[in-house]
């Protein structure tokens, strides 16, 4: 019904800059908020930054001042600038959206399958 591709991941070195984006595809009536995870290895999946329909934001302390999260609500699409990378920010980074499908009144929560950011120190 619903799917969400996220694309832009790689290999950046400390200091880096690297923008992720996560699009919206299928019987979509609406979206609200849409967000980024992220899951290092041997660690829990964290929430990064979210932003809602209207473009309040959110931040996890650790990326706020570096992170910036936009969406295009045209293209049912979400961003993350990613600006002075760091080592521990190496992890697999998921977007997330609740998305209203056509013909229901109730919001599905969809997930991405993830891109694997890198950073090199």
């Known amino acids: 019904q619903v799917q969400l591709v996220e694309s832009g991941g790689g290999l950046v070195q400390d200091g880096g800059s690297l923008r992720v984006s996560c699009a919206a595809s299928g019987s979509i009536f609406s979206i609200n908020a849409m967000a980024w995870h992220r899951q290092a290895p041997g660690k829990q999946r964290e929430l990064v930054a979210r932003?809602?329909?209207?473009?309040?934001?959110n931040y996890a302390d650790s990326v706020k001042g570096r992170f910036t999260i936009a969406r295009d609500n045209a293209k049912n699409t979400v961003y993350l600038q990613m600006n002075s990378l760091k080592p521990e920010n190496t992890a697999v980074y998921y977007c997330?959206?609740?998305?209203?499908?056509?013909?229901?009144?109730?919001?599905?929560?969809?997930w991405g399958r993830g891109t694997l950011v890198t950073v090199s120190s």
């Open positions: 997330n959206a609740a998305v209203v499908v056509i013909g229901s009144n109730r919001y599905l929560e969809v």
């Open positions: 932003i809602t329909l209207g473009g309040s934001t």
